[in-house]
């Protein structure tokens, strides 16, 4: 088990989340609250951590405050991947969540027309794909902190945050409602379809067990190829059918 406490985060505040969040009223006198912290590229030992850079991948944790952005749920920023060379794809990504409650939301967008976008509700253990040219975000719909960890290419340097800060957001919003999450549309979209709901555990035809911790792969870790080279796997063209 890695030990968080002996590592430095890269910590994402209230103000570096600004453009994205919707009750700009209540930023207006909201403190400058730590919303999550963010541990890159980390392994249980050097031996792990030597054999994850020889691989091309990188593990990573994030942990998400319990905060409310006024009536919207705490949420990372979102983002989306660059394209893999060669090729018309962008890279995917591995998430399992380690402890409290998440909405992951996904979304297929050209420019301000989104072509589709997923909410896959996960709780402890569930793991999601994020699969090629889907943008992502993760929202903490729990009242404890949100800790989730992944598995990414390490073959770029950094996400693609730019056109979700232009659109203030992803096209939803998670808001509390009384019986639970209220979804607002966000108008700097032209075009918004309606919000489907999937299960997570859906790994396309990749090897991989819901009841296996994803850390683990490092055991078996050309299971995890399919993150560095896409473009060589066959991807559902369906992906938001549920398969649970």
């Known amino acids: 088990m890695i030990n968080l406490n002996n590592l430095k985060p890269e910590i994402r505040y209230l103000e570096n989340m600004r453009e994205v ?47 409310k952005l006024g009536k919207e749920f705490n949420k990372t920023i979102g ?37 589709d976008i997923i909410a896959v509700k996960a709780k402890k253990n569930d793991k999601i794909i994020i699969p090629p040219n889907y943008e992502h975000l993760i929202i903490n719909i729990g009242k404890k ?43 700097n979209y032209q075009s918004i379809p309606c919000l489907k709901f999937r299960k997570p555990n859906y790994f396309y035809n990749f090897n991989l067990s819901k009841d296996q911790p994803i850390y683990s792969l490092i055991i078996d870790i050309k299971k995890l190829d399919f993150l560095k080279n896409p473009q060589n796997y066959e991807w559902s063209l369906d992906i938001t059918r549920d398969k649970n």
């Open 21 to 67: 969040i919707r009750d700009k009223q209540w930023m207006k006198t909201a403190p400058n609250l730590e919303l999550y912290y963010m541990y890159r590229d980390i392994a249980e030992n050097q031996v792990d951590w030597m054999k994850i850079i020889k691989n091309d991948l990188r593990y990573d944790i994030t942990i998400l405050m319990p905060n």
């Open 145 to 187: 902190p949100l800790k989730i960890c992944n598995w990414i290419c390490r073959r770029f340097t950094s996400n693609i945050y730019k056109p979700f800060r232009a659109r203030k957001g992803f096209c939803y919003y998670a808001l509390k409602g009384f019986f639970g999450i209220k979804w607002l549309k966000n108008e």
């Open 79 to 115: 983002h989306d991947h660059p394209i893999v060379a060669g090729t018309n794809i962008t890279y995917p990504e591995l998430y399992e969540v380690k402890e409290g409650k998440a909405i992951f939301l996904l979304q297929d967008s050209d420019n301000e027309v989104i072509k």
